[in-house]
């Protein structure tokens, strides 16, 4: 929405020493770059650096990285936009209002469904205090909530009648097709409006700023669905929220804990566990663990036991670690959900379970042995592989040194055995692949598909992803290359896009750091955004390579590169070969292929 020339006008007079100084003391010298005291997490000796030639920031402990840009999103916690907006004042640049007419017309309808919500989660809140809502409260008083807790989680009734609140709202004078898109009502056979909650105790869902969004409906009784969930709307997409974390976010408490649905919420709170947020599934989403990454670095799960364990929940609780977020799981036991424990044995036995919440790996340990033990017998053969496994995807050396002696004594085998399946596996995975020059860990291994969410994850990525680090850093290196690279060296999709800008700046010696991570903002790989990487790519190049071996990294990453995207299409056009009986298109296959093989064997003959 911001004019590009604008975005470059902040940028240019935004100097990111004189920025970053405002919030860290950089007294420390370093070869061209300053160091200082990381402001992302809490250290004593200096690992954060700043480059005023590269007008990039890198921490060598928590590796937060980027530009201008992503320093005031990550140190105020804000959006890209509000970060433009904070430095243009700063800097004092005006950004032009939009003159855009759907731009006008888009703000003006979240506008307005904002009031609707507003005006929908008043009247359910009357309904439950007022003359009717005696069945909601009853509810209310069999799951212990007081009307304390109901208020300050906003909660309502919707009336046992079909149109309430439609005929609540038409007194305010809202137009049927913009009600229709607040996702509160639905249209029955003759064309009308009717409520989408009836007969239901009402959670409306509050964004991070306390703003409703939406709403869940729950049954009094034990008809199905249980739950209702108000659909997605333009100020409402599912996995971006979570519920109660505009209360949570004051706790004093400086972590947060993670239980399931609503109820669960509203009853820690009540307990006084006042940093508990839901997840409203179990599956925690990327932009969920963004969003805790905002607030904190320390989430206590609060899952049933049945939960906890499913693969959905765990590879949520991977998506936090990966972020940097320490994870521990409280187990409740004989599998209750925390609202029921809370209910049955008050709130003092519940905090004595949070003191004792296990580290994410010890549960996984846990977790991995309930699913390999029948009965008694515990299937030693099949743990031991699985534990391994765990252990060897664990970062931290020492970590995986301590939990392969536990492992060791719990196999009845020596802690150097044990040590030395974890590390093979540890290595192993990136030892097949890695460049041969590649930074250590630049990224990690990854196999999960691409998806919409701007996810960039294959090893290929990493790898072309470092090829373009190495062009930023240098850009002189473009001349010393023997065939120059192009868009279709890259994988198809996202990193195409990335790499056809990065190139053609490339191409005009204009690529930098700073600009390849300005081309990488809104891409992830494994988690973790692209411009962290390329961030951490470019801090440490430079000290790895001298100019001729960075040429040669290029020439070779090129090559791989190459070889990978022609096997790939040798195996499409085979593919296709054997799925088609036309002579005539056999024929044009056959000769693509022919063509491919060439090429093969020229690359590898360089
Ligand atoms: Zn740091």
Not at 311 to 335: C, F, H, N, S, Y
Not at 373 to 387: F, K, N, R, W
Request: charged residues 25%; glycine residues 6%.
């Amino acid at each position: 929405m911001i004019p590009e020339q604008v975005i470059e006008e902040i940028k240019s007079r935004s100097e990111l020493v004189a920025v970053v100084e405002q919030y860290v003391r950089l007294d420390k010298r370093s070869g061209s770059n300053f160091f200082g005291l990381c402001p992302f997490h809490s250290e004593d000796t200096p690992s954060f650096s700043v480059s005023p030639s590269k007008q990039i920031y890198y921490c060598f402990g928590c590796h937060k990285g980027g530009n201008v840009i992503h320093f005031i999103m990550d140190i105020e916690k804000c959006s890209y936009v509000q970060a433009i907006q904070l430095l243009a004042d700063r800097a004092g640049v005006a950004i032009p209002e939009p003159d855009d007419e759907a731009y006008r017309k888009r703000s003006e309808l979240n506008r307005s469904l904002q009031t609707i919500c507003l005006e929908a989660a008043r009247y359910y809140f009357h309904c439950l205090t007022g003359a009717n809502g005696a069945p909601g409260r009853e509810y209310l008083t069999k799951r212990g909530v007081t009307s304390q807790t109901a208020r300050k989680f906003g909660l309502g009734y919707a009336l046992e009648e079909w149109d309430g609140l439609y005929r609540h709202l038409l007194t305010l004078n809202y137009q049927d097709d913009l009600l229709m898109k607040s996702g509160l009502f639905k249209r029955g056979k003759t064309g009308g409006l009717y409520d989408l909650f009836r007969h239901r105790l009402i959670f409306p869902i509050l964004d991070a700023m306390g703003r409703v969004v939406a709403f869940g409906g729950r049954v009094l009784d034990d008809s199905v669905p249980k739950y209702i969930n108000s659909p997605e709307n333009p100020i409402y997409t599912k996995g971006r929220h979570l519920y109660g974390l505009n209360l949570a976010k004051s706790s004093r408490k400086n972590c947060l804990v993670m239980v399931e649905g609503y109820m669960d919420a509203i009853a820690m709170h009540q307990a006084g566990v006042d940093n508990t947020v839901a997840s409203l599934g179990t599956a925690l989403t990327e932009q969920q663990a963004q969003l805790i990454r905002k607030y904190t670095e320390t989430v206590i799960i609060a899952y049933d036991a049945d939960a906890a364990g499913q693969p959905a929940a765990m590879r949520g609780l991977d998506i936090l670690g990966r972020r940097g977020i320490k994870v521990t799981v409280l187990q409740v036991p004989e599998g209750k959900d925390p609202d029921e424990y809370i209910r049955r044995n008050g709130p003092e036995r519940f905090h004595a379970l949070l003191e004792k919440a296990l580290p994410l790996l010890d549960f996984k340990l846990l977790a991995a042995r309930r699913s390999k033990t029948s009965g008694d017998e515990l299937d030693i053969m099949a743990y031991q592989d699985v534990a391994c496994q765990i252990l060897a995807q664990e970062e931290n050396a020492i970590v995986r040194e301590l939990y392969a002696n536990r492992l060791a004594e719990e196999l009845n085998a020596t802690a150097d055995t044990v040590l030395r399946e974890i590390e093979r596996r540890h290595e192993d995975p990136d030892a097949k692949h890695a460049p041969r020059v590649a930074a250590p860990h630049l990224v990690q291994p990854a196999s999960r598909p691409a998806s919409e969410t701007g996810q960039l994850d294959s090893q290929v990525t990493r790898e072309e992803i470092y090829l373009l680090c190495l062009l930023a850093v240098n850009p002189d290196l473009w001349d010393q290359i023997d065939s120059k690279p192009a868009t279709g060296d890259f994988s198809p999709g996202p990193m195409q896009e990335v790499a056809a800008s990065a190139l053609a700046l490339a191409s005009r010696r204009q690529l930098d750091p700073a600009s390849l991570i300005e081309l990488g903002s809104g891409f992830q790989v494994r988690g973790r955004p692209v411009y962290e990487l390329l961030a951490r790519a470019s801090m440490k190049l430079e000290e790895t390579f001298g100019n001729q071996e960075m040429a040669a990294a290029v020439n070779e990453q090129l090559r791989r590169q190459r070889l990978n995207r022609l096997r790939q299409e040798q195996v499409r056009l085979n593919q296709e070969l054997s799925a088609t009986d036309d002579t005539n298109r056999r024929q044009v296959i056959r000769q693509a292929l022919r063509e491919v093989t060439e090429q093969l064997i020229r690359l590898k003959q360089n």
